[in-house]
Structure formats: structure tokens, C-alpha cells
């Protein structure tokens, strides 16, 4: 069959568009089957249902009327008697739907403004599809273009199947680029938005660094070595973990290179950023003192319930620690995760002098006795008067100048002092209106009670409703810096597994959850253990 020159000119158009906008022949003929359709249509009637198909090798276009087979007709436009289907199709049923071919026609002016719109559209929304399914596979990598143009700090960047945006709090401060500039970014978010794919790339994200070093260093590439944590302040400074998997090669050393030539790339394409690259340890504390470099640390004293810790550093090194505007322990802190509270060493002293006056005084007031006593047993390690009352009476007789019977005063007199703090509780807790039934729960006392009474929480019920963050606190990460809020039990020394534990008690007391319903998650977790065990015999 002779194609007809308006036909292979059809074919033609569809693949040039096709090809230019890097999409699918398919989807091109398609649009222009909606488009003679929505012609048509304007010629027909738009309430017909009218269907036009292009066939992809001759171009030729077939338009048909789809009319619904039905027993009585209401619309003749959309449907088609059931007697007169049957002159047409003998085996035609009730719900069928017949073809009506229609003559072909010539599209008038606005009829083919009509079509281009319906292609134009059709294409540029298969065109953004296609953007969007090539690069929402892309996050994480880093991407080479051209600058096209700066709105407002913002840089927009070509990267030729599709427009990239850097925003101005994402590029690194200070760095000038212009029209035509390469430029390379760390593809972070693809969003499909009205306009088209929003592709969002980033200079400053701590993952643009790790791609940098992974392209860099091989041993990166190829698994040896890990990045464990990166901490950056974009355009001033950077800390960077790393570990090997491979005892012989140096974590360190190979991502510095010969002659620092390997860090050397990476800092040139960051604008200087200087970078410390430091050996990741399982150990927080060895860990962190590695973090600080380079000041150098006498002291740590671990937290691990707040995820803090204290270090003690010699006075001349302060500065070091801290560094410009806090800049190095604020990054130490971003790349460990943990809050860093640096002290020198005279202040560690003092604030233990005062803690020690602080004990010894408490022993005076409470037991009665002289300033000499008091601090003889805060030198010997003793900080609470609860382990004064019910620690064994040899311990406090073996301390030099005490005897047996001093010993036993001094317990009593502690004895003494517990019974009337818990009776002043007691009232206060009684005040407050705080149910006696509260104290049944494991681990609670007056103490807690007259702090939940304060917050409002008398009756088992109120506690039940309780989760374990209201009473041991909890705390919040953002950018990079910890936020602790307070619990009710914060001042008291209970763990959250504690708390839990107590609420937990309060619902079974009240009749929420029942111990069948605390021993079903330990069954299933049996069971999966089982059946992993299985899956591996």
C-alpha cells in the first residue's frame, strides 16, 4: 500500500518530537490521536464518543464513533438500538459497543490550534515523566552541569535532560559562579510539582563530601575503607570518621594520599574546606577524644543514658577544644552524636570542691554533726544519706578514727533523718491528694509521688496514661545539636526501663492491658526465632 505524502510527513514529525524530547514514539502518536480526536469532536458533537487511531507504519488515521448497544435509545449520539446493532453485527448484545466509521475530514484553522495545544501539552507532560523517572533514581549521586542562571543567590544548573536548582542556603558561602560555569552538586530531593520536576541539588550536604572522597579514594569505592559519620560547617571546616576493614591499610592514609594529593581534590572542589579526617572507634569515649583533635584531652566522663559526656582538658588547650566560635567541639559533636561538655582542668577541681562541700555540709545538717565528720565521710566516697542508713555498719566503723559504736550512731542518726523526710512527704503527698493506692507500683516512693502530685497525676489511672518520656524526659537532635526537655522523675535517679516498667504496673492495675497481652510479643517473638531458625537448618 502507497503511503501518501501527508502521511509519511505525520510519521516524520512524530519521530523528530520523538527523538528531540527523548520520549517515546508511541507516546507522540498518542497525543496526536487525542488531538484529531478533540477536532473531531468539534465537529461531531462533543457529547460523541469518538475514537481516532493512528497506525505507526502507514500514518494513516481511522476515526470511528464508539456507540453503546442498549434496548431503548435515549442518546442517539452515544448509543445504538439493539435491532439496528444487529444489522451491522449479528452477534451484537445489550452493553456491546459498536463502531461507527466516519469519513476523514480537513481540520479548519482553529481546529488544528486545538490539536497543536493537545500535542504540545501531551508531549511536554510525557517530557517531564521522563525527567522525573531519570532522576528520582539519581538521588544520592553527584551530577555535572553548566550554570544557566543565577536568580536571587539561587543557581539554576543544565544538566542536559533536564534543570537542576542549587538554593542559596545550599551553596557554599562565599563561592561565586557565573553564567557558563561547570559546576558539580549532590542530588538530594526530586520532587514532581505543577510546573514540572523539581530537581533539588545541595554543595553543602554532608553526603556531597562522602561522594567527593568515594571518587577520590578507591578504598572507599571498593569497600575497604568506611565513612562512618561526616560533620561540616560548608566553606570553613569539616570532620570526616573512617574505618578499615582491612587491618593493613590505614583508614587515614589513604584518604590524604600521596602528598595529600587526594584530600588536596576534594578541598579544591569544596573552596578550601578544610577537612580533618579522623579513625571512627566503637568506643565513645576514644572515639571523641579523636573528634577534638587536635586540642589534646586529660579527662572523659561518660553519660550514656543522655547520650553526654565531660571533657576535662589541660587549661592552655581550652581555646583548641572549643576552637573559632565553637566551631570544633560543635562539629565533634555533630560526627559523634553525643553532647560534649568541655572543662579544664582547674574548673574539674573546683566544681569537685564545691560537690565535696556540697556532701559535707548534707552530712552535717542531717546527722548533726561537725564539719571535721561530715567531710571525713564525703573523702570516703559516701554522697547520699540513703547509703549512710542501710550501707553494712563495718563499712562506716573501718573508716580511720571511727569505732563501731560511732558507726552505729551515725546510722541511726541517718535512720532518723529518712523517717522524718518520708513523713513531711507523706503529708505533702497527702496534700497534694495523691492516691495512697500508687504506692503498690514497684519502685515508686513519697518523693516521686509528691513530684507527680505537682504535675497534677493522683490517681492510678492518671499514671497509667503516662508515657515513659513524661517522667524521664527525653531529648530532640536538630542540626546537629541536642535539646534535652525534663520528665517529672528528672532529678530522681530512675532509669526509662524503670519508668516503663512502673507504667506498665498502672495499666494492669486499672485493667487496660492484661498479662496475656504482655506475654503475646515475647510468644511471637519466639516464634519468629523459630522459624528463623528453621529457614537456616
Given at each position: 500500500m502507497a503511503v501518501s505524502a501527508n502521511r509519511l510527513e505525520l510519521l516524520q514529525i512524530a519521530d523528530a518530537v520523538a527523538r528531540e524530547k527523548v520520549i517515546d514514539r508511541e507516546i507522540v502518536l498518542g497525543a496526536m490521536a487525542d488531538a484529531i480526536q478533540k477536532a473531531a469532536r468539534s465537529r461531531y458533537g462533543s457529547e460523541s464518543n469518538i475514537q481516532a487511531d493512528i497506525n505507526p507504519k502507514t500514518g494513516e488515521i481511522k476515526l470511528q464513533?464508539?456507540?453503546?448497544?442498549?434496548?431503548?435509545?435515549?442518546d442517539y449520539s452515544t448509543q445504538i438500538a439493539l435491532l439496528s446493532a444487529r444489522d451491522r453485527k449479528p452477534d451484537a448484545e445489550i452493553g456491546d459497543t459498536i463502531a461507527d466509521p466516519l469519513p476523514p475530514m480537513d481540520f479548519g484553522r482553529i481546529a488544528a490550534q486545538s490539536a497543536k495545544q493537545v500535542i504540545v501539552q501531551?508531549?511536554?507532560e510525557a517530557e517531564r515523566d521522563r525527567q522525573f523517572d531519570e532522576f528520582k533514581d539519581r538521588i544520592g549521586e553527584i551530577v555535572n552541569g553548566t550554570v544557566k542562571r543565577v536568580e536571587y543567590g539561587n543557581v539554576i544548573v543544565d544538566l542536559g535532560r533536564g534543570e537542576g536548582i542549587i538554593r542559596r542556603d545550599e551553596m557554599i558561602p562565599r563561592e561565586n559562579v557565573r553564567y557558563g560555569d561547570r559546576i558539580r552538586?549532590?542530588?538530594?530531593d526530586v520532587r514532581r510539582e505543577q510546573r514540572g520536576p523539581q530537581i533539588f541539588l545541595s554543595r553543602t550536604h554532608p553526603q556531597f563530601m562522602v561522594k567527593l572522597?568515594?571518587?577520590e579514594v578507591p578504598e572507599i569505592y571498593d569497600g575497604i575503607i568506611q565513612i562512618k559519620s561526616v560533620a561540616r560547617d560548608p566553606g570553613s571546616r569539616a570532620k570526616i570518621a573512617v574505618i578499615s576493614n582491612d587491618s593493613s591499610i590505614d583508614p587515614v592514609g589513604a584518604c590524604v594520599g600521596m602528598?595529600?594529593?587526594r584530600v588536596q581534590a576534594?578541598?579544591?572542589?569544596?573552596?578550601?574546606?578544610?577537612?580533618?579526617?579522623?579513625?571512627?572507634s566503637p568506643d565513645p569515649a576514644s572515639f571523641i577524644v579523636n573528634a577534638l583533635q587536635p586540642a589534646e584531652v586529660a579527662k572523659v566522663v561518660l553519660d550514656e543514658d543522655a547520650e553526654r559526656i565531660e571533657v576535662v582538658v589541660p587549661d592552655e588547650h581550652l581555646s583548641l577544644a572549643i576552637g573559632r566560635r565553637g566551631q570544633n567541639v560543635r562539629l565533634a559533636s555533630q560526627l559523634t552524636g553525643w553532647?560534649?561538655?568541655?572543662?579544664?582542668?582547674?574548673?574539674?577541681?573546683?566544681?569537685?570542691?564545691?560537690?565535696?562541700?556540697?556532701?559535707?555540709?548534707?552530712?552535717?545538717?542531717?546527722l548533726d554533726v561537725d564539719e571535721m565528720v561530715g567531710q571525713v565521710l564525703a573523702s570516703e566516697g559516701f554522697a547520699q544519706i540513703e547509703e549512710l542508713a542501710y550501707v553494712d555498719v563495718e563499712e562506716i566503723a573501718s573508716i580511720d578514727g571511727f569505732d563501731e559504736e560511732t558507726a552505729e550512731e551515725i546510722q541511726t542518726r541517718a535512720r532518723e533523718f529518712l523517717d522524718r523526710q518520708e513523713a513531711e512527704l507523706d503529708a505533702k503527698r497527702k496534700e497534694l491528694g495523691v492516691a495512697d493506692e500508687l504506692l503498690s507500683i514497684d519502685g515508686m516512693n513519697r518523693k516521686m509521688l509528691v513530684a507527680l502530685g505537682e504535675e497534677g497525676i493522683k490517681t492510678m489511672e492518671d499514671f497509667a496514661g503516662c508515657a515513659a518520656d513524661d517522667l524521664v524526659g527525653w531529648t530532640e537532635r536538630k542540626d546537629g545539636e541536642t535539646k534535652r526537655f525534663p520528665g517529672t522523675f528528672s532529678d530522681m535517679e530512675v532509669s526509662r526501663a524503670e519508668a516503663e516498667a512502673m507504667v506498665v504496673q498502672a495499666r494492669l492495675a486499672v485493667g487496660w492491658i492484661t498479662e496475656e497481652d504482655l506475654a503475646k510479643p515475647e510468644e511471637e517473638a519466639e516464634g519468629e526465632e523459630t522459624a528463623e531458625g528453621t529457614e537456616e537448618a
Open positions: 464513533r464508539l456507540l453503546e448497544v442498549v434496548d431503548q435509545v435515549e501531551k508531549v511536554r552538586a549532590y542530588v538530594y572522597f568515594t571518587m602528598r595529600g594529593s576534594v578541598v579544591g572542589e569544596l573552596q578550601g574546606e578544610k577537612i580533618d579526617i579522623i579513625p571512627w553532647d560534649i561538655d568541655i572543662l579544664t582542668e582547674q574548673e574539674e577541681s573546683e566544681r569537685r570542691q564545691k560537690e565535696f562541700t556540697e556532701r559535707s555540709n548534707l552530712f552535717m545538717d542531717a
